[in-house]
């Protein structure tokens, strides 16, 4: 079995904790997981990365989004998933819990008309926001794979996320996120189901010219992409929209960088929360 080495999101928990634990003093700086332009904050899609805001208590999120990819390897082919959806709810304390239903999978390979189609697996979180300053804003999260969906496309045994989260707002209209995980999960069964330990950096940029638009570019990767593999490294950007403060909608598309994080050469995607 693996050994997970958790220096480096301690490392980066004991610095959000240091950075956010006097957020709250000073009242008269503004949530900025609040106000007009909040949904583009608090939304997790179309990012890789999470949000560092948490769904205020009593209220809920919902999110969902299809993606259509083309495949790496000598058959190539396409994948499409959806709905993509994920629920958050608001609790007291400054946490959300958070589920992500599976999504439909579906991959065809053109050389030979087959074609995969089968379910991912349950996620199951707990967030909790560490507080925020002016410029500031931190959070970590835990989340839960359960061992569930189809041979194919699910995971064979129970996978394990710890994230820690912090947004740096330079000026009103610009900000970076920064996100270190550190998982423990398995492949699909077909796959051959064996389990892996990777460290996963994402740093993302983001730009909103209006309250209500909001463009993102974001870089990832993992340490591990499965039993015995090496790293990956992939890229992604979009733009984000405000039909209402409430209904956000969003167009994405990534590439790969390196390595074979995804199993794909690029993707592209829509979505709404």
């Keep these: 079995m693996n050994k997970i080495n958790v220096f480096p999101i301690t490392a980066l928990l004991a610095t959000l904790i240091m950075s956010t634990q ?7 700086i503004q949530n900025p997981c609040t106000g007009p332009s909040a949904l583009l904050a608090l939304l997790d899609r179309p990012t ?9 208590d009593g209220q809920a999120v919902l999110e969902a989004g299809y993606q259509h990819a ?9 994948a499409d998933n959806f709905p993509e959806a994920e629920l958050r709810f608001g609790l007291p304390g400054n946490n959300e819990f958070v589920l992500l239903p599976p999504n439909d999978n579906v991959q065809r390979t053109p050389s030979d008309s087959t074609y995969f189609q089968g379910f991912s697996a349950t996620t199951v979180g707990i967030k909790h926001e560490l507080g ?3 410029h500031w804003l931190g959070a970590v999260e835990s989340l839960f794979t359960l061992p569930s969906g189809s041979p194919a496309f699910g995971s064979r045994g129970t996978g394990v996320a710890f994230n820690g989260i912090v947004t740096y707002a330079p000026s009103d209209d610009t900000g970076i996120s920064l996100q270190l995980g550190v998982t423990s999960q398995t492949n699909p069964a077909l796959a ?5 330990t990777s460290i996963n ?4 940029f983001t730009w909103s010219p209006l309250w209500n638009l909001q463009f993102y570019g974001e870089a990832y990767g993992q340490s ?3 039993p015995g593999l090496g790293s990956g490294f992939d890229a992604d950007g979009g733009v984000q929209y405000l039909l209402t403060p409430y209904c956000e909608v969003d167009l ?3 590439a790969r960088l390196s390595g074979n994080l995804g199993g794909f050469t690029h993707y592209f995607g829509a979505g709404m929360g």
Excluded: H, M
Aim: contains cysteine; negative net charge; hydrophobic residues 30%.
């Design 22 to 28: 006097a957020v709250r003093a000073d009242d008269a």
């Design 48 to 56: 890789v990365s999470d949000s560092a805001c948490v769904v205020q």
């Design 70 to 78: 083309n495949l790496t390897g000598a058959g190539g082919g396409t």
């Design 132 to 134: 925020y300053t002016k």
């Design 192 to 196: 051959g189901g064996g389990r892996f």
């Design 201 to 204: 950096p994402d740093i993302t």
């Design 224 to 226: 591990r992409t499965g």
């Design 252 to 254: 994405e598309e990534g």
